[in-house]
Antibody, heavy 126, light 111 residues
């Protein structure tokens, strides 16, 4: 069973930076396209971005609100996913979840988020 | 404002059935078969419940079912149980630029 553990959340001032980590286990991390999804406290879910596997170029895609400010990376040797957040704004305050795509035993479908970490709270406030 | 529209709340008594709607457009729900649903209990991470409109991942009870008609997807929970009380979110693929969009969530209360 896949396990995801996020870390690195905390309080940061507007304009500041923070890096989240997501330690993954229980599945073949190097084969998975990984995503970050966030949730403003008391509000709905929002896809943040994703990174493809190394063999697919490890290319990244981002939601419009974070494009140019957030960077997703991965270290397959450490089975760890990262989210570097720069130029943070108050509206970035949220719980950030690391997620795996659906795996049906043969292939991945990254339109779906099968496993979720416990989340990391990021608070942007002066 | 979320891209997909869900009712803020629904309720039902134990044993009854409830349906949660999720309305989008032809650019998301109506245009693709990639609709999913997530259950979230307070203080917990979301749980993957439905994919490909109506398929259930292993371990999800068959009381949960999904469907779609035009631009609206639906989640039906039959034989309501107390532990079904939670927030439910729909999600749809929305093309290569937007990727996916979520609904605003529906709070299910089991009376």
């Amino acid at each position: 069973e896949a396990q995801l553990v996020e870390s690195g959340g905390g309080l940061v001032k507007p304009g500041g930076s923070l890096r989240l980590s997501c330690a993954a286990s229980g599945f073949t991390f190097r084969n998975a396209w990984m995503s970050w999804v966030r949730q403003v406290p008391g509000k709905g879910l929002e896809w943040v971005g994703r990174i493809k596997r190394i063999t697919d170029g490890a290319t990244t895609d981002y939601a419009a609100p974070v494009k140019g400010r957030f960077t997703i990376s991965r270290d397959d040797s450490r089975t760890t996913l990262y989210l570097q957040m720069n130029s943070l704004m108050t509206e970035d305050t949220a719980v950030y979840y690391c997620t795996t795509p659906l795996y049906d035993g043969r292939s991945y479908s990254d339109e779906y988020f099968q496993h979720w970490g416990q989340g990391a709270l990021v608070t942007v406030s002066s | 404002q979320s891209a997909l529209t869900q009712p803020r709340s629904v309720s039902g008594s134990p044993g009854q059935s409830v349906t949660i709607s999720c309305t989008g457009t032809s650019s998301d729900v109506g245009g693709y078969k990639y609709v999913s649903w997530y259950q979230q209990h307070p203080g917990k991470a979301p749980k993957f419940m439905i994919y490909d409109v109506s398929k259930r991942p292993s371990g999800v009870p068959d009381r949960f079912s999904g469907s779609k008609s035009g631009n609206t997807a639906s989640l039906t929970i039959s034989g309501l149980q107390a532990e079904d009380e939670a927030d439910y979110y729909c999600c749809s693929y929305a093309g290569t630029y937007t990727f996916v969009v979520f609904g605003g969530g529906t709070k299910l209360t089991v009376l």
